[in-house]
């Protein structure tokens, strides 16, 4: 029953993000910039994307995998 919830939280949360990022954000052309955010930074505080104009940023989405190892 654990590995079957977990697949539904996963399919509910992945169809969630999808209509959020489908109405609610246009998509970007090759060439404009990234709209401004703030995340969390690893070393503690806030880290808004605006304050790293001028240099190289990566931006790196990965999937969090909830299967059992």
Known sequence: ????RRA???LILL????LVAAFSTPALEVG?????FELDST???K???SS???KNVLINFYVLDFSPT
Do not use: Q
């Open 1 to 4: 029953m654990g590995r079957m």
């Open 8 to 10: 539904m939280v996963s």
């Open 15 to 18: 169809a969630s993000f999808s």
């Open 43 to 45: 070393k503690g505080g």
């Open 47 to 49: 880290l808004k994307l």
């Open 32 to 36: 404009e910039k990234a709209p401004d």
């Open 52 to 54: 790293l104009k001028g």
